[in-house]
């Protein structure tokens, strides 16, 4: 099976093609650009250079979220719009189970997914790897929106080593260390970011029944929601008054 993954949850961009579990091509950029401009022509140049048209794809998959509001929607609408017109199927995943993935090999650790979701919180799971080099991932509690301080307070009763990654590690690294010590390990910055390759890793343990409309997941309502809400709150005390 050829997969196409796609993420744009974050500041990167990236998508990938896996064939089997065999990594054919990643594309990464962090530049800032907008995903709007950017995600399209390197889906294009990455199919182009592996000799590959989208007909060529068995399954497209994609970061569903949590993440920034407008690069999931960027990311679940590229997908929808690649499975549409090449009639294949999609699969959204979960950016933080994504992010776990690629520290699957990684023996007998906690994996800490974090990303920043500002307002003094992190997104995170947790998961915990295998201790037989099978690359199993065992998720421990739904994704969540947390202060980084519960978050510690939970992982100090924690026996295993803790391996941080994501977009968030190191705003999480020094707090985090004062609750679990030595015991943490902040995942090296070749592949501490999101990206591509972990969705790819994360589509592959689906079933065809699991396919589904890849739509954005949200944990908390986007600021322009939380905007609005005050604002109808603060007109329906005056009109009590």
Avoid at 138 to 166: M, T
Wanted: charged share 25%.
């Amino acid at each position: 099976m050829k997969i196409l993954a796609i993420d744009s949850s974050a500041k990167a961009a990236s998508c990938a093609i896996a064939e089997g579990r065999s990594q054919v091509a990643l594309y990464f950029q962090k530049t800032g650009l907008t995903h709007s401009r950017t995600l399209l022509p390197m889906i294009e140049a990455m199919l182009l250079n592996c000799e590959m048209t989208i007909g060529d794809i068995d399954l497209i998959a994609v970061s569903r979220g949590p993440g920034s509001f407008t690069g999931i929607r960027i990311g679940c609408a590229t997908a929808k719009g690649l499975k549409w017109g090449a009639n294949i199927p999609g699969c959204g995943v979960s950016t933080l189970e994504a992010m776990a993935w690629q520290a699957s090999h990684i023996e007998d650790h906690i994996v800490c997914s974090v990303m920043d979701a500002r307002r003094s919180q992190v997104y995170n799971a947790l998961f915990c790897t295998s201790s037989d080099k099978s690359g199993k991932l065992i998720r421990l509690c739904p994704d969540r929106a947390v202060s980084i301080e519960a978050l510690g307070n939970e992982l100090k009763n924690v026996e295993k080593s803790v391996f941080l990654i994501g977009d968030g590690a190191e705003l999480c690294y020094n707090i985090l260390s004062g609750f679990v010590g030595d015991r943490l390990v902040l995942a090296p910055e070749s592949f501490r970011h999101q990206n591509a390759w972990g969705v790819a890793l994360a589509a592959m343990g689906r079933d065809k029944g699991e396919y589904d409309e890849p739509e954005p997941v949200y944990l908390r309502p986007s600021q322009a929601e939380r905007e609005r809400a005050e604002r109808e709150k603060r007109e329906k005390g005056s009109a009590d008054n």
